[in-house]
């Protein structure tokens, strides 16, 4: 048996928060995502097993067995590769909570091997060892939510929570629309476009197999690490991870060769044409990270989340199908189901996997109000207006484009926010010192008119924020015949926190 990295790891900087299983979800016996769920490989069963069992293993781990299951996990990622197979042979219990896979995930991405084999699993391929040559225990009689719970989520069919979407709460599809018709009409409104993608080369030519066989040994960015494509769809084609790795690229076109535009010789694709101009594009070379290649297995995706920088952005489906289901934000709105919110609004978490936010909480979402969701089938394009909650789902395995921009009636938005959050801005490259001054000189030699336009939409953003600060002030003072009031309303959008 090989083992690599026996060093140990440094401590994880990032403590993960811990993952519980809602105890309010019952699944019937007779419906589907409980009917298709196998057995756990080491037979592993759910905490509440425990009150009806005459044997726990848990009891023969000593000392830890007082510890709850998620803390002894976290206690776990202090250890490296040997002294994690050393304690997996004290006993069953701890030989089962040794192989959870985010223990060796984190171990791999910490240091991955420079050439290694995907063996369907972080832990077999860690250890250069098939899954087949793997000794099992049984460890039946062990009972933990935070073992079983990645294992359910990763089997439940996720089906019935993409299907039969109410028709208040569909988004919008139309063909296409014309640059005017986004300007006066769209630009804040979540929509699919059925017509455009279907124009593009990259449409006609795009496959898993055909990227593979151009691009097979070109290394893009998946998440935390750098893969060959062809090590990557090994992956994505072999693995049951509950969160599964996607790949997320924003240097593709200059790693492909792509040449990007409407009016480029042998162009791959160009921007949809009714988003209009992007303000970004003022930048340059010094604008920040605006498109990215997406390559993704079926129920990967992304939780829930805001476009950076105050960006709208726009999600095209090469192949594959993507659910979405978004929600609009304001001072006034709560964040969406099972989301929670910083205090400085600067980070938006759901301490959840998709597949245990789909059980959890999209019952209730689907019955929020403001709630929309849609299908982007192969073809299509979605456009994520600046602010929007949104979490993507993958029902197929996937490639697809976007790209983030900035249109002019969101220009004040933007300029607010890198100005007023400089710790919240990304993507741009650490050379840009000042982005909202760099926007501002770039845009006053370029569209000063439009300049002046969003930095007045600026300041009547200001002025509106202090006269509300002064009318709650003053309905304080004035005791019960001030007022006082916390309701802003929920149409008012100078207040939207985009994060």
């Not at 044997?55 to 976290?74: R, V």
């Not at 990227?211 to 893009?220: A, E, I, R, V």
């Not at 070379?285 to 995706?301: F, Y």
């Not at 304001?330 to 609004?345: A, C, I, N, T």
Request: hydrophobic share 35%; proline share 7%.
């Amino acid at each position: 048996m090989a083992i690599h990295n026996y060093t140990r790891q440094d401590r994880i900087d990032t403590v993960r928060p811990a993952k519980k299983l809602k105890t309010t979800v019952a699944q019937d016996e007779d419906s589907e995502p409980t009917a298709a769920i196998p057995s756990h490989p080491l037979g592993i069963k759910p905490a509440g097993n425990a009150f009806v069992a005459t044997k726990n293993l848990k009891h023969a781990a000593g000392f830890l067995s007082k510890l709850p299951d998620e803390l002894i996990i976290q206690l776990l990622e202090y250890l490296d590769a040997s002294e994690l197979l050393t304690l997996s042979g004290t006993c069953k219990a701890l030989y089962a909570f040794t192989r959870a896979e985010e223990l060796w995930k984190a171990l791999f991405i910490g240091s991955p091997p420079a050439n290694f084999t995907w063996y369907g699993t972080w832990r077999s391929t860690y250890l250069a060892q098939p899954c087949a040559e793997e000794s099992t225990v049984s460890c039946i009689n062990l009972f933990s939510d935070a073992l079983h719970r990645p294992f359910f989520c990763a089997h439940t069919s996720l089906s019935s929570y993409t299907t039969e979407i109410p028709s208040v709460n569909a988004i919008p599809r139309l063909p296409d629309l014309t640059a005017e018709e986004f300007s006066e009409s769209w630009t804040d409104k979540p929509f699919i476009l059925t017509s455009p993608v279907r124009e593009w080369p990259v449409y006609q030519q795009w496959s898993t197999e055909a990227l593979l066989t151009q691009y097979g040994d070109t290394c893009f960015r998946a998440e935390a690490v750098d893969w060959p494509l062809k090590t990557y769809v090994e992956y994505m084609n072999n693995s049951r991870d509950e969160s599964p790795l996607y790949l997320f690229d924003c240097a593709f076109a200059e790693k492909m060769s792509l040449k990007v535009g409407k009016h480029e010789e042998h162009a791959a694709y160009w921007e949809p044409q009714c988003f209009g101009e992007d303000l970004f594009a003022v930048l340059g070379d010094q604008r920040p990270d605006s498109r990215w290649l997406i390559v993704r297995p079926e129920r990967s995706g992304s939780t829930f989340h805001k476009d950076p920088n105050a960006t709208s952005a726009w999600n095209a489906v090469i192949r594959g199908a993507k659910y979405w289901i978004m929600f609009p934000s304001s001072s006034s709105l709560p964040p969406p189901p099972g989301v929670f919110v910083s205090e400085d609004q600067s980070e938006v978490t759901s301490p959840l996997s998709i597949a245990e936010w789909l059980l959890g909480f999209h019952a209730e979402a689907r019955a929020t109000p403001g709630c929309l969701e849609g299908i982007c089938e192969e073809g299509e394009v979605l456009h994520v207006p600046s602010g929007y909650y949104h979490l993507v789902l993958n029902t197929k395995p996937s490639i697809a484009l976007t790209q983030n921009f900035v249109p002019r009636s969101r220009l004040g938005a933007v300029l607010e926010f890198l100005r007023d959050r400089p710790g919240q801005v990304s993507g741009f490259k650490e050379d840009v010192v000042d982005p909202y001054r760099l926007l501002v000189d770039r845009l006053g030699d370029v569209h000063p008119d439009l300049l002046q336009e969003g930095l007045d939409e600026l300041e009547r953003k200001v002025q509106g924020k202090k006269a509300r600060w002064e009318d709650l002030v003053k309905g304080s003072e004035g005791g019960a015949e001030g007022r006082f009031s916390f309701g802003f309303g929920v149409e008012d959008d100078e207040d939207a926190d985009i994060p």
